[in-house]
């Protein structure tokens, strides 16, 4: 897989985000800077639908839209579009689909099966080269 650099671009018709490419450690503080300019209350869109890796603490950064090191804002309100089928398994996983302020807006889930990682019943993991 070729490297993604992380993309992020601002949403015109509303206050959100588009993210696409690698969410990794590299990319991290810019992630954070844009969650931030986002504000602290009210509603976001973050369109997920070009990412192709996030790590755990970008997930969190998301959800959390940009404290991840803080409980949800109440009067935050979180709207994730296209969130590709590994991370919404993910979201699920770990309970975070369940963060009070969060929802997904399921007319732009993008489709697909799981990665063959998050599918393979337990001891029959797939060989890595």
């Known amino acids: 897989m070729a490297d993604e650099v992380l993309r ?26 844009c969650l931030a300019a986002l504000g602290t209350h009210g509603e976001v869109h973050i369109d997920l639908g070009g990412v192709e890796f996030c790590d755990l603490a970008g997930l969190r950064a998301i959800v ?40 997904f807006d399921e007319s732009s889930v993008v489709a697909g099966p799981a990665p063959e990682c998050l599918t393979a019943p337990a001891g029959e993991w797939p060989a890595t080269a």
């Open 8 to 33: 992020i671009s601002k949403v015109n018709d509303r206050p959100g985000l588009v993210i696409a490419g690698e969410v990794d450690e590299a990319g991290y503080p810019i992630l954070l800077h």
């Open 64 to 103: 959390c839209v940009g404290r991840p090191d803080e409980d949800p804002s109440p009067g935050r309100h979180v709207c994730l579009h296209a969130v590709p089928p590994r991370l919404r398994k993910i979201l699920h996983i770990l309970g975070w689909d369940d963060t009070p302020g969060l929802a």
